[in-house]
């Protein structure tokens, strides 16, 4: 059964770094695409980044220049690596395909603050 695994969360200072991993279970993952997706207390999910199985990449407009989305087949996982990160991206995160087709994870917690 297809399933997936996040982890890399933590708490960081306002300008601070981290790398998300997504660690997927199954066959298909190449032939996938994939995504990123955050959820902040009282909020709705939004997607934040997405790649295609070919490595094309999108963003929401408050990931872009700041966050970047790569995947690597082999390790049949996603990572997303966010800098400069601020108090607004504080959220649990969950990895998924671009119409939440898989059984979401636990996610991860990412906190931002002073």
């Known amino acids: 059964q297809e399933r997936v695994v996040e982890s890399g969360g933590g708490s960081v200072q306002p300008g601070g770094s981290l790398r998300l991993s997504c660690v997927y279970s199954?066959?298909?993952?190449?032939?996938?695409?994939m995504a990123w997706y955050r959820q902040a207390p009282g909020k709705q999910r939004e997607r934040v980044a997405s790649?295609?199985?070919?490595?094309?990449?999108n963003y929401a407009d408050s990931a872009k220049g700041r966050f970047t989305i790569s995947r690597d087949n082999a390790k049949t996982t996603m990572y997303l690596q966010m800098n400069s990160l601020n108090t607004e991206d504080t959220a649990i995160y969950y990895c998924?395909?671009?119409?939440?087709?898989?059984?979401w994870g636990q996610g991860t917690q990412v906190t931002v603050s002073s």
């Open positions: 790649i295609t199985s070919g490595g094309s990449t």
């Open positions: 998924n395909t671009p119409v939440g087709a898989l059984r």
């Open positions: 199954g066959a298909n993952f190449r032939f996938l695409g």
